[in-house]
C-alpha cells in the first residue's frame, strides 16, 4: 500500500506551485475503477490533497469550469502538414504568443531541450480558455509542476500496480501447481471452457524460446518438455501473457 505520507511529501511540493491546475486526479490506492458518464466538472477550490475513507486521494487543483460533452466532435477536413521547424528559443517564444508568461527563458529553453515540445504541450491543454490561446496569467512553471506532478504520481502508480501485479501471479501459480501439478496450465481442461487455451499457450511458448532467463536456459539444458515449463517458473519467464489465464477453480 502507499504510505500517505509518501503521497503527499512527494505531491505537494510538485503541485504547491500551480493553484489554476484545470485537472482533477484521483489516486486509488487499493483498486482502480473507471469513472464513467463525467459529464461536466465542478468549480473547485486552490490547491489541495483531501484524504477521503482513509485509502483514496482526492487531487484538486482550482478547475475553471468548463462543461465537456460526451459526443465525439465532427471529422475535420484533412489539411497539407505546413507547420515550419522550430528552434528551442522559437518553441518558448510560440508558447508566450499564445499568452503563457516565461519568468525564465533560458530555464524554459533548457527544459525543451530534454522534454519534447509537443509532450510537453499536452500538459498545456487544461490550461487554455480556446485552442491555442491560455487563460490569463498561466505561466511555464504551472505547466511544468503539472508535468512532475504527473511523473511522480505515475511512478508511485507503477511501483504500487508490480507489487500487487507480483503478489498475484505468485499466488496463482501456486495454487495451480497445487491443484493440477507442475504442467496442469498446458490442459485446457483447467481452464474455463471460453478462454482461448491454445491461443494462449502458443503465445506462451513463444515468449519462452525467446527468454535468456538463467533458470530458462537451464531447464532447456536440463529436462524435457521445452518449451513448457514449470507452472511455478511460468509468471517470471513470461510475464506478458502468464495473467491472461483463469483456473475453473482457482
Do not use: W
Given at each position: 500500500?502507499?504510505?500517505?505520507?509518501?503521497?503527499?511529501?512527494?505531491?505537494?511540493?510538485?503541485?504547491s506551485r500551480t493553484p489554476s491546475i484545470s485537472s482533477i486526479i484521483i489516486?486509488?490506492?487499493?483498486?482502480?475503477?473507471?469513472?464513467?458518464?463525467?459529464?461536466?466538472?465542478?468549480?473547485?477550490?486552490?490547491?489541495?490533497v483531501t484524504r477521503i475513507k482513509g485509502r483514496f486521494f482526492y487531487c484538486a487543483l482550482g478547475w475553471q469550469g468548463t462543461p465537456m460533452s460526451g459526443l465525439p466532435?465532427?471529422?475535420?477536413?484533412?489539411?497539407?502538414?505546413?507547420k515550419p521547424w522550430l528552434s528551442y528559443q522559437d518553441q518558448v517564444a510560440l508558447l508566450q504568443s499564445r499568452g503563457m508568461v516565461v519568468h525564465d527563458v533560458q530555464a524554459a529553453t533548457e527544459f525543451l531541450r530534454h522534454v519534447n515540445y509537443y509532450r510537453f504541450s499536452g500538459y498545456c491543454l487544461v490550461f487554455e480558455a480556446v485552442r491555442h490561446?491560455?487563460?490569463?496569467?498561466v505561466t511555464f512553471e504551472q505547466v511544468h509542476a503539472a508535468y512532475e506532478f504527473d511523473t511522480i504520481l505515475r511512478d508511485i502508480v507503477t511501483e504500487a500496480l508490480e507489487a500487487v501485479e507480483v503478489n498475484l501471479r505468485t499466488a496463482v501459480a501456486?495454487?495451480?501447481?497445487?491443484?493440477?501439478?507442475?504442467?496442469?496450465?498446458?490442459?485446457?481442461a483447467h481452464f474455463y471452457h471460453r478462454f482461448h487455451h491454445p491461443n494462449w499457450r502458443d503465445a506462451l511458448e513463444r515468449e519462452t524460446r525467446r527468454s535468456t532467463e538463467l533458470y530458462v536456459s537451464h531447464f532447456r539444458a536440463t529436462y524435457t518438455g521445452f518449451p513448457s515449463l514449470p507452472v511455478w517458473v511460468v509468471p517470471n519467464s513470461c510475464r506478458s501473457v502468464c495473467s491472461h489465464g483463469c483456473s475453473r477453480e482457482c
Open positions: 500500500m502507499i504510505a500517505h505520507n509518501r503521497l503527499s511529501d512527494r505531491v505537494l511540493k510538485s503541485i489516486l486509488f490506492a487499493g483498486c482502480l475503477r473507471r469513472i464513467k458518464h463525467v459529464t461536466h466538472l465542478p468549480r473547485l477550490s486552490p490547491a489541495r466532435p465532427a471529422p475535420l477536413p484533412l489539411l497539407p502538414y505546413s490561446t491560455f487563460n490569463p496569467g501456486h495454487r495451480f501447481g497445487e491443484q493440477y501439478g507442475a504442467f496442469g496450465h498446458t490442459n485446457a
